[in-house]
């Protein structure tokens, strides 16, 4: 058997030969991880350097020995783990320019979904965003001006004549329909909803005012339901602890099961219904109390949809996700950023509406001043200053000297104004 060192060296030469700038370590004893290599390379999508990691393994396999142990139960003795630091690049016009339209709709699907994921990682939006932006928009350029694939023409075959329909018979009437053996019962209850759309085609995106009546309506449809289901179950509650009293009334209290009498079969068996009904009772109150509260949890987010923070609070939102669509396009993307800009707009008009139609915000910040007094839902504070979209309060979590900047839909109202 190889050494550690003897294992290392020839990894690293059969690595050397296949042309990979590799460095080679080997861990302690022959548990997981056994080798740990690292790879530097030049590759321009996520895909290819998976292959390079297979590769990198079947040569480490073969140099050391250990390739005919893969499939065995103890694989994990000689895995490897390959670091692949991989340096992206975008291709020069004439690689592209070389790649087939396949390859260039693969490229783009590719790099959208990469996309994609670094747009939702607002911390990942640096050089390696603005590079895919960049591949993105030259396989684009590329797509737009390849040659389209021919497809071989094929002769259509003549159509057989049709078969003759066969005559229908005739259902008989007024005969009760049987139901078979496979019949299942409906249940009891409606199931949960789902996003679906309510005749049955499924969501189908449109403006945004759409979206939020289409939530607000399965919202009221929500509340609805919980309340109902709430009451079947209270009511089978009810009926299961009536059943407990029928069971256990008739027995004097205290008395005991007479063992060897010829009572005591039926006393047991009484008792075990009676456990059973309570069991039931239990169970059916608690999914009460569950739906009533979810059914209260609905009716609270429909009744929120008007609450002037909450509107407020949306428009704010509105607010920043324009101001990164904008900063995304001026720093070159060209994917979706026009979409999400109007996106943003609607959803800025919307709540604006809204926030008109029940009245307003009750306080500007132009009507607070510094050494005013303001109520909010967590004690009144003393207000430090006055910023363009906050206000600065002194005594914060009791502390007398700590600061901290509300936003204007937490404010309720001011309780003293500065003195002149």
Known sequence: MATQQEETTAVRRALKAAGYNARVRHSTGTGSFWLKISIIGTWTDRDFRDHHYGIAYAIAQKAAGRENLHD???SDLFMVCINLNYTPRIPSPEEYAAMSREDLEAREYSLNRELCRLESYHSLQGDEYDRVNADLANTAR???????????????????????????????KDSPEVPGPDAVEEPTEAPEETDEAADGSGYQPGSYADDVARREARLGRKVEKRAEWAESRQAKAEAANKRVHGLLDPIPLGQPILVGHHSEKRHRRTLEKADAAMSRAVEHHKMAEHHAHKSEACARALEKQYDPGFCYRRIEDGNRELRDAERRKARGCVVRVDEQIAQAKEKIAFWTARLNEVGGMSLSLDQIHKGDTIKTSWGSFEVVKVNKKTVTIRGWLRIPDMQYNLRLDDIKGILKRAEA
Do not use: F, R
């Open 72 to 74: 065995d139960i103890q």
């Open 142 to 172: 590329a797509l737009a001006t390849a040659v389209p694939v021919e497809e071989p023409s094929e002769e259509v075959p003549e159509a057989a004549p049709a078969p003759e329909p066969e005559p229908e018979i005739p259902a008989l």
